[in-house]
């Protein structure tokens, strides 16, 4: 057992432990409403676009966290905008929208001629996480909960019926838009961890996995919490022992666990189809 | 009635006045955007306090288009709706609406209790919790709609006629004074149908006003006091809306016949 006390000797490494359990709680937690409320790809959409903000914040000086928010909250009010105009569907205006930020992001960072200052970007850097990094991860673990603590039953309701919500004045739009300012804030810790390209997975596939394993909402938050932090914990042993890109193995273990909640609910249900 | 500290809409208006209509239009057009014709075309009708109304025609005559317009889901284009004398959305804590059943995403994971309960948030707003009170309402609702033994199912596993049971529970919990329902017997079992024709009896009796969509025409007629004809949403159209009000007296007659 001496082998999983082994990393917590470094620093570096306890930091990335403390940071993967922070960041997988939040995106696991906000993933279970982007999972029921169809909303992946705007997910996968404001990591993306973050890039550029990143890219700028870099090379004008000025702080990652401030240019990725400031894209991700752009790309979703851009979205926000353009779908629905001109009879634009949301799919069309999200890839749209995302591939331009992002090939702009591309563009500016072959201008700075560096491509390897911003790899920690692109692939994520969670076992370089600094003190005041972990306080901003905090600080966005402790809004995301809290926002979602405060407006279940408002999200609840606007998730499983829009219109009612709308008839006793309670506007799902609004609720969409705390939801997408929420993601722009979850996806800025996502991205020191696994980096701007694999975002997206820390939203989606532990809360798919607890999908598959619960019909409970507040449970399925919990279990896909539960798979998030499992897999950041793995993925860091995986990067220590064999020196594997971080943010690859921690998706990787996820893409695991979701694979065998698929087979564990087939499973269930050949049974109870049997017994019955 | 309860008032939240923080309520979802800012227009909240007080107890009706006793002449004023529960509902009234008045040459109301009401088009979907990028529509070429309006679904409802200068339609003026007028739904007293305590009545019971039914809006038939066909599909496609602009029944849910006017009821959704009521409520304030969809904009008026041109004439004045007036529920319980202000514009639609303004009371909305006293008008329950029964959308049709498709309108809800019924895969998301809710039990049927909980989805009752959100018929009390109009009443709640912002950061409030269902208190013992709601939780009382809920119960019973759910039990005059024959679902308590449902309580912890989940939303996606019901019938059709139990799932228009869970939103006539709903519509129920929120202690509205007037129910607009979109399509109340479309689908539903043989139990259902009987369940639905008595609560909404007994809930005319207590004073409220109700008023239903449906294409479904044979088993109504007795139920309501009025029926008004709606057809291709236009008043242009021969015998498009005609008042075939069954004379107060006959109606209540039939409802008398009708109680064991």
Request: glycine share 8%; hydrophobic share 50%; charged share 20%.
């Amino acid at each position: 057992m001496i082998w999983l006390m082994e990393p917590f000797h470094y620093a570096f490494m306890r930091s990335g432990f403390l940071a993967v359990f922070m960041v997988g709680v939040t995106c696991a937690v906000l993933g279970s409403y982007v999972v029921l409320r169809r909303m992946a790809f705007i997910g996968d959409a404001i990591a993306h676009t973050a890039l550029p903000g990143i890219v700028i914040a870099y090379l004008e000086h000025f702080s990652l966290f401030f240019g990725a928010l400031c894209a991700g909250l752009l790309t979703a009010l851009g979205i926000g905008w353009l779908s629905g105009r001109e009879g634009l569907r949301e799919d069309t205006a999200i890839g749209v929208l995302f591939t331009g930020m992002f090939a702009l992001g591309i563009l500016i960072i072959s201008t700075a001629r560096s491509f390897r200052d911003f790899s920690g970007m692109l692939f994520g850097d969670i076992l370089g996480v600094t003190f005041s990094d972990l306080l901003l991860i905090a600080i966005i673990t402790a809004i995301v909960l809290i926002v979602l603590a405060l407006l279940y039953k408002e999200l609840e309701l606007t998730s499983v019926d829009p219109s009612y919500s709308a008839v006793v004045g309670l506007r799902a739009d609004w609720m969409r838009n705390v939801l997408l300012v929420l993601l722009a804030l979850a996806v800025v810790t996502g991205i020191q961890a696994v980096g701007v390209i694999l975002t997206s997975a820390l939203l989606v596939t532990p809360a798919a996995a607890a999908s598959l394993l619960t019909r409970d909402l507040f449970r399925m938050m919990v279990l896909s919490a539960v798979f998030a932090v499992s897999s950041g914990f793995i993925g860091l042993y995986a990067s220590f022992y064999a020196n594997l890109n971080s943010g690859a193995a921690i998706v990787l273990t996820g893409t695991g666990w979701f694979a065998l909640a698929f087979a564990g609910s087939r499973l269930l249900r050949l049974k109870r189809h049997k017994s019955t | 009635m309860k008032v939240p500290r923080f309520a979802y809409s800012r227009h909240r208006h007080g107890t009706p006045s006793p002449g004023v209509a529960a509902l009234e239009c008045v040459d109301v057009s009401v088009r979907y955007p990028g529509a070429e014709r309006p679904a409802v075309h200068d339609v003026s009708l007028r739904v007293e306090q305590g009545s019971r109304v039914a809006l038939i025609g066909a599909n496609g005559a602009g029944k849910s288009t006017l009821l959704k317009a009521a409520v304030g889901l969809l904009p008026v284009s041109s004439g004045t709706i007036r529920v319980h004398g202000s514009p639609p959305g303004g009371c909305c804590h006293r008008v329950a609406f029964l959308a049709q059943r498709s309108d809800l995403d019924w895969r998301f994971p809710m039990t049927v209790r909980r989805l009752v309960l959100t018929g009390r948030y109009v009443h709640l707003g912002w950061l409030r919790r269902a208190d013992r009170e709601d939780d009382a309402i809920v119960d019973r609702v759910m039990d005059v709609l024959q679902i308590s033994d449902l309580a912890d199912r989940r939303i996606g596993e019901l019938s059709g006629g139990q799932q228009q049971r869970t939103l006539l529970a709903r519509a129920m919990a929120q202690e509205a004074d007037m129910l607009l329902l979109d399509e109340p017997m479309n689908g539903v079992d043989a139990k259902t149908r009987q369940i639905v024709r008595e609560v909404l009896r007994a809930l005319s009796q207590q004073g409220k006003t109700i008023v239903a969509a449906t294409h479904d025409t044979h088993d109504i007629e007795f139920e309501f006091d009025k029926v008004i004809h709606l057809s291709c949403g236009c008043k242009e159209e021969a015998g498009s809306i005609e008042d075939v009000t069954v004379s107060a007296a006959n109606a209540l007659e039939s409802t008398a016949a009708r109680i064991p």
